[in-house]
């Protein structure tokens, strides 16, 4: 088992607010790893920090030993750090389909100027990508809505379709912003069930962000507890379910208490 | 549309710009028109550029400031280099390309008004310079440019010698509307190319671009830098025509004039430029009969039309499918 | 070296008041007041026509000036910028408007007031003189103080009163401030007629001393818009060092390169771009996420 990505020391300050503090931890190769933490814990500002979306104040991160912290994003997505969006995709006006082939634009090896005139290594990279994509479609189950404009789907799909667009780019790590969210028992396990497979038949390793308990209980490997921007707690999920520091900062923070 | 669909509509717009107008001018004998229609084919190329910059989200009220440089430099090249002016057009671009560049990488992190004030003040910016250089003879300007000399590549005379035509206008109607013509079939490939979806996704959301490895700093430049192109050929071409140049030549109204083409037209349509710019130069050339009222028509129009209309002319076809 | 700061402050307070005008629209609506400057003509206008024809005394046509232009801006936003900013999918329609209405109000004043150069006799004879250290005609000075005061009253309405708070809090968070009861609509009526007020006065207040002419608009426009993006834009602060730190440019640069205007100018706009390409939000704005 290898390390892919180590976090350390991962601080993150907006002028007098410490969003992140001294957070450490790693991730190994092909295992989902989920963070978890009441309300404003510094989760999405974690994520941001491993993406390189923000400068670290302090800290850093690492893949596969090289920084990755500081990079510009663009570049970390390159080098297989890819983090998808919540709600938004890149085209509403295009079909689910072009989405995920545009997507792919992060292994085209043809330059602009060579899709701008057509050259036969952008054809053949365009052909690629769509073979791509609808392999991508046919894994994630996404056939009936291949050709649907992506304005018109619906939550559920939204997500699955940002998971697409994800994989497209070939990830060596996927940073998954809460992948089951407003989802109801049928369908996150559907999601759990995809996610698992990435892990399996995809080898990508998986970070997840989420508050719907069962759900990262039943999917993590291991899991990291944040709580006011602190690590407070890592583990299996049962020496996290059973860890009394975690469940007081659920029970205080109001939130819904940890329990299957 | 299909591919012959198109194909045929590119011939028979070509047709219309190349032969069926000049005919129908010259059996008219409203002459003035040539010159008209060329301005506004000129035009239309500076306006395609401030729509590309559109492109890549950012409100350019700018391009005025190449049409000068890219003026200046034709002028300078010709005047007292001794060059062709058909060679300055290249060079006219390119440079305004280059300058773009090293202007456009501090600027172009900034958004919406904040962006726009900057190359509102890039257009003052450069008027100052023209007066205020001492070779760019200041208010007096440069005159006494020479028509087009002729084109002459491995011995064959491509263009003729201005000099020694009988009907000049038609000819700079001709290099205007091909030079057009060139110009939107180049923004129509880019934006039909994985280069305008890349654009695209900057617009709609700049972070998941990044994850999908657009470097968007980059792209903006690269945006910017061929918008800055466009503005500077035209200016070379109107510095052609019009035998002179002067600080003035190209202001701030001139900037907002081809953001205004560019609303006007629709800012989600490739075409829309060169509609809006048609519309607004021919509108404001029909009002000069009103005197006085012209610009209080004018005006009144243009607001009229951003209360009817308020996402350009073009968005009457908006229908799915038909937006680019 | 205090001519050029007496001279700083004077120009600098005129400054401020067009700049607080500018940026009280734009904190409301976001929207740049295209037609700003055509409002500090209009105001020069209403105010020479009320003096110099109707023979009514100096304050009466400031007033004018005043009510005439806060009329203005309220029909203009009402009728004009609301239904745009409703139904538009972009900002950018809001400024083809405002662009509109600068061509617009330039026709008016072409139609009503001429082309010709106005200007009214100075209001206050005779010139402060100290030693020959600072030399300044009393009017200015009397003109000057007069804008200063008007940017303090300002700056108390905005603070204090009941109109005044709820236009911060527009300005803060519409949303926010929608939910505690305020009226977006009326407010952002209130705002725009405020803020073409402020610039009809300064209007009004220099055409005593600069005279008027039609051809000013866009250059006092461009001018407002620099001192925005000098001092922040949306800001109150932000507007009157803006307002100050150009007066005060301009008075330096213009004693110091007493040859050349636009040598005083290049060097103002280049540095203003090479300031905000480092610090695009100037110096009181929010910063950048």
């Known amino acids: 088992m290898s390390v892919i990505l180590e976090v350390k020391g991962a601080t993150k300050r907006y002028g007098g607010l410490v969003a992140v503090n001294n957070v450490s931890f790693i ?26 979306f923000v400068q670290t104040s302090a800290g850093e991160v690492l893949l596969r030993g090289e920084r990755i912290s500081d990079l510009a994003p663009h570049t970390v ?10 709600e938004t995709t890149i085209f509403k006006s295009m079909t689910v389909r072009e989405n995920i082939i545009v997507a792919h634009h992060l292994r085209s090896r043809a330059s602009l100027l060579g899709f701008f005139l057509g050259t036969g290594l952008a054809k053949a990279d365009e052909a690629l990508f769509a073979e791509s994509a609808d392999g991508i479609i046919d894994f994630l189950g996404l056939q009936t809505i291949r050709d649907e404009l992506a304005s018109n789907l619906p939550q559920g799909h939204l997500r699955a379709l940002g998971m697409a667009i994800g994989l497209a780019t070939q990830p060596a790590v996927l940073l998954l912003d809460e992948p089951f969210a407003g989802m109801n028992h049928d369908e996150t396990m559907h999601m759990v069930a995809l996610v698992r497979r990435l892990r399996d038949e995809r080898g990508v390793t998986v970070l997840l962000v989420e508050h719907d308990m069962p759900a990262v209980m039943k999917i993590s490997d291991r899991i990291v507890v944040l709580n006011f921007g602190e690590k407070i707690a890592e583990g299996t999920p049962s020496e996290i379910q059973n860890n009394p520091k975690v469940i007081e900062a659920y029970l205080g923070a109001e939130d819904a208490a940890i329990g299957m | 549309m299909s591919n012959k669909q198109r194909w045929a509509a590119v011939a028979f717009f070509l047709l219309v710009v190349l032969v069926i107008v000049p005919a129908a001018i010259a059996a008219s004998g409203r002459v003035d028109l040539y010159y008209t229609l060329t301005a506004v084919a000129l035009l239309s190329i500076a306006s395609a550029g401030v729509w590309l910059t559109f492109y890549i989200g950012r409100i350019n009220i700018g391009q005025g400031a190449y049409a000068l440089v890219g003026g200046y430099v034709s002028a300078l090249l010709i005047t007292k280099g001794d060059i062709s002016f058909w060679w300055t057009l290249p060079l006219a671009g390119t440079f305004c390309a280059l300058l773009s560049v090293l202007i456009g990488l501090p600027i172009l992190r900034l958004r919406g008004v904040y962006f726009a004030m900057v190359t509102l003040v890039l257009t003052e910016v450069s008027r100052l310079t023209a007066l205020a250089m001492p070779f760019t003879n200041g208010a007096k300007g440069i005159t006494s440019i020479k028509l087009p000399a002729e084109l002459n590549i491995l011995g064959l005379t491509i263009i003729p010698d201005f000099n020694t035509l009988a009907n000049p206008k038609l000819a700079f109607y001709w290099m205007a509307a091909i030079m057009m013509v060139l110009t939107y079939a180049v923004l129509w490939r880019i934006v039909n190319s994985r280069l305008g979806h890349l654009c695209r996704s900057l617009q709609q959301n700049e972070e998941l671009a990044s994850s999908i490895g657009v470097n968007i700093a980059w792209l903006r430049v690269l945006a910017y830098a061929i918008s800055s192109f466009f503005g500077g050929i035209a200016g070379a071409s109107f510095v052609a025509i019009s035998q002179s140049l002067y600080p003035s030549s190209f202001q701030i109204t001139d900037s907002v004039n081809f953001m205004l083409n560019c609303f006007l037209g629709g800012l989600g349509f490739v ?27 004018y005006s009144s129009l243009m607001i009229a039309l951003m ?14 499918g038909v937006r680019q | 070296m205090e001519q050029v700061v007496v001279n700083g402050l004077y120009l600098g307070a005129q400054y401020a008041l067009i700049a607080l005008g500018l940026t009280l629209i734009f904190s409301l609506m976001n929207v740049l007041n295209f037609a700003h400057g055509q409002m500090y003509v209009l105001g020069g206008f209403v105010t020479y026509t009320v003096v110099a024809q109707f023979g009514l005394p100096f304050i009466v046509g400031l007033l004018a000036s005043g009510v005439a232009l806060a009329a203005i ?22 400024m083809l408007l405002a662009a509109g209405i600068a061509f617009f109000l330039d026709a008016i004043i072409l139609l009503f007031f001429g082309e010709k150069q106005r200007g009214l006799p100075k209001i206050v004879d005779g010139v402060f003189n100290w030693d020959f250290i600072v030399v300044m005609p009393y009017d200015r000075i009397l003109i000057g103080l007069l804008a200063i005061t008007m940017v303090a009253v300002f700056i108390l309405f905005m603070q204090h009163s009941k109109t005044g708070r709820a236009m911060r809090a527009l300005a803060q968070d519409k949303v926010a401030a929608r939910l505690m009861g305020v009226d977006v609509d009326r407010y952002s009526m209130i705002g725009f007629a405020l803020g073409a007020m402020l610039a009809g006065i300064v209007g009004g207040l220099l055409v005593t001393i600069t005279g008027i002419n039609l051809g000013m608009g866009g250059p006092t426009s461009i001018n407002a818009f620099m001192m925005i993006m000098i001092g922040g ?14 007066g005060m440019m301009e008075s330096v640069g213009l004693t110091l390169l007493a040859s050349s205007g636009e040598i005083t100018y290049l060097a103002i706009f280049a540095s203003l771009m090479v300031f905000l390409a480092v610090r695009p939000q100037g110096l009181m704005g929010k910063p950048w996420g």
């Open chain 3, 73 to 94: 801006g309220a029909l203009v936003e009402k009728f004009l910028f609301r239904p745009v900013i409703r139904n538009s999918k972009r900002e950018e329609s809001t």
């Open chain 2, 271 to 297: 075409f829309g430029p060169m509609l809006g710019t048609l519309l607004l130069y021919f509108g404001w050339d029909l009002l000069f009969a009103t005197g006085r009222f012209q610009l209080l028509i």
């Open chain 3, 233 to 246: 834009a949306g800001v109150i602060s932000g507007a009157i060092m803006g307002g100050f730190i150009l």
């Open chain 2, 307 to 320: 209360l009817w209309l308020p996402n350009g002319v073009l968005s009457l076809m908006d229908r799915k």
């Open chain 1, 77 to 86: 997505a390159r080098k297989g750090v890819v983090r998808t969006f919540q």
């Open chain 1, 27 to 52: 991730v190994n190769e092909g295992k989902i790893l989920s963070v978890i933490g009441p309300n404003g814990a510094g989760k999405s500002t974690l994520f941001k920090l491993i993406a390189s």
